[in-house]
């Protein structure tokens, strides 16, 4: 589910589940978590980048393990599932570039809050599904969206669930450059091998000191948002989101009262 290569001191991680379009299961939640924190504790790494395989950098949570889970009571969850990965990458200690080589949603969105360097295709789009699924934002995107692209911006993203195109992303901040589709990978190695040239100790402390006060926001957020998560999830409105999703119709909020 993780397909692991090395360019020199840059690792690349690719997301490989191309059939749901790369979309997180338990599994891979807990791939990519190990394949951070065995990156993160590799003396021979300095720079770790993320990607997908196929049209997709990754299509999210995926729903219909969550609707299994929801359903069943003797669902077993992963070793780091969501939780993990999400603290992980909050104190991940090396430069953490995404490459963004599709369509993102949920977790394939927010986890680019969570980066150092954000880079884009031109055909790539990105969505953040949360009121279609009448859930709320995860992965402290409710802190690090306004913080990198502004309250307007970051609160269509977070509550309209509309597609968001690369070129958009762009402007807002979201990304750091947009890329013409073949040269993506090209551009973001580029860039990676930059900065995998400088001494690790060096880039460590350098991102330390720029993370490091705003760590405890992002976990406050963290907290806020697992809150509201778990006050939705489960709710009239989300069930009947999660049907609809199940049944490719449009949910219908509205016969509910919401």
């Known amino acids: 589910m993780i397909e692991i290569s090395n360019d020199g001191r840059v690792r690349v991680l690719r997301l490989d589940r191309p059939e749901s379009k790369n979309a997180f299961n338990e599994a891979l939640y807990d791939g990519l978590t190990e394949a951070l924190i065995e990156a993160d504790n590799d003396n021979g790494v300095a720079v770790v980048v993320i990607t997908g395989t196929g049209d997709s950098f990754s299509s999210g949570t995926d729903v219909v393990e969550l609707g299994q889970r929801m359903g069943d009571p003797s669902f077993t969850p992963g070793k780091h599932g969501f939780p993990g990965l999400a603290n992980t990458l909050i104190g991940f200690s090396k430069p953490l570039m995404c490459a963004v080589n599709g369509l993102g949603l949920g977790i394939g969105v927010t986890i ?116 509201a998560f778990a006050e939705l999830l489960g709710k009239p409105a989300n069930i009947e989101a999660l049907t609809a999703f199940a049944e490719k119709r449009d949910p219908d909020f509205m016969s509910l009262g919401e």
């Open 112 to 227: 680019l809050g969570l980066s150092d360097l954000v880079f884009m295709a031109e055909s790539a789009r990105v969505k953040c599904p949360f009121t279609d699924l009448a859930l709320a934002p995860e992965a402290a995107s409710s802190f690090t969206f306004p913080l990198i692209m502004g309250r307007q911006n970051a609160t269509w993203m977070l509550l309209s669930s509309e597609w968001i195109t690369a070129e958009q992303c762009f402007d807002m901040g979201l990304a750091y450059k947009l890329c013409s589709d073949a040269k993506l990978m090209d551009e973001t190695m580029r860039h990676a091998r930059v900065l995998a040239a400088k001494p690790i100790s060096s880039l460590v402390a350098s991102k330390k000191v720029v993370m490091d006060p705003l760590r405890e926001q992002i976990q406050a957020a963290r907290k806020r948002e697992d809150k």
